[in-house]
């Protein structure tokens, strides 16, 4: 009999038609909402609670904490619940209130951390209570088993889906996990595959996607891994994701939005290819911002 498990994966990639006003190059997006607590970070919340209970590091009676900027903490209550487990999250308060719902009605805790602190604070909070004891922080931005799930999953999807076509590979970078995965398996079927990280402009807030102080760069990331990184406005990210939803009926969040207007910038320079990019999440998780009003 098949669980929630075994539905994290083999999401739906799909050609973008309509935004792509390049005929010589195809637009890709995986659909990463379609995963069970609907977004991209099902993989790694699984790949990561299943790697510390397989190696003994979450015993009986220890409680998971994790910062999360929303779609890692939904995908972890969600798991954490199937492997009956207690977690608390930790997220800055201008958090969507459909995130913070979300992980509740999963029955996580949820504590909210300054909106000034963003998610430095958050981290900071959850270093601290961990030295308190009794807390297991998974670490999405240091654990390898964030980025093995997509070495092991995603990447491979998109090879076959492609058909070993694709010759571009976009994504957002947040923890940076889906890109440092992906990058890992498609440059060993092919060094020629470019690998195109997204991030925000200097003062622009787009959730999922940070630019990190040197400090709290992710200690998974490793920049040679990345062949170039196309930098986005908040603007310009909420207006594509409100095309998306409006000429290609993908609903997604301000993230997809800014991976999108990062391929297209991209594809306006190139004579062929096949470009993948990340469809993040659903865009029902925004729907009390203003991205859509």
């Known amino acids: 009999m098949a669980t929630l498990l075994n539905f994290i994966g083999n999401t739906p990639l799909v050609e973008l038609k309509n935004i792509n006003k390049n005929p010589k190059v195809k637009l890709l997006a995986k659909l990463e909402g379609h995963n069970p607590a609907g977004s991209v970070k099902d993989r790694a919340a699984y790949g990561m609670i299943k790697g510390a209970l397989d190696r003994g590091e979450l015993k009986p009676g220890m ?29 800055p308060e201008n958090a969507t209130k459909e995130r913070v719902a979300t992980m509740q009605a999963y029955g996580a805790k949820v504590i909210l951390t300054s909106e000034q602190g963003s998610m430095e604070e958050a981290i900071d909070y959850t270093h601290q209570k961990v030295s308190e004891g009794g807390y297991l922080m998974l670490n999405q931005f240091a654990n390898p088993d964030n980025y093995k799930a997509h070495y092991e999953t995603t990447g491979p999807e998109i090879w076959h889906d492609t058909e070993g076509t694709v010759t571009h590979f976009v994504s957002s970078m947040g923890t940076t996990g889906t890109i440092m995965g992906v990058s890992r398996y498609l440059k060993e079927q092919n060094k020629a595959v470019q690998i195109v990280g997204v991030q925000p402009t200097d003062g622009s807030h787009i959730p999922g996607i ?45 993230s997809s939005g800014g991976a999108v207007l990062a391929a297209i910038k991209l594809i306006e320079h190139l004579n062929s290819g096949v470009v993948v990019c990340i469809i993040c999440d659903r865009g029902d998780r925004y729907l009390s911002s203003d991205i859509f009003g």
């Open 63 to 91: 409680k998971l904490i994790e910062a999360t900027s929303g779609n890692t903490g939904i995908a972890l209550a969600m798991i954490a619940r199937l492997f009956n487990v207690d977690i608390e999250l930790v997220m």
């Open 210 to 254: 940070r630019r990190w102080p040197e400090a709290y760069l992710p200690k998974i990331f490793e920049r040679e891994r990345v062949d170039t990184i196309i930098d986005v406005s908040e603007q310009d990210s909420i207006d594509m994701t409100r095309r998306l939803a409006k000429e290609e009926g993908v609903f997604a969040g301000m």
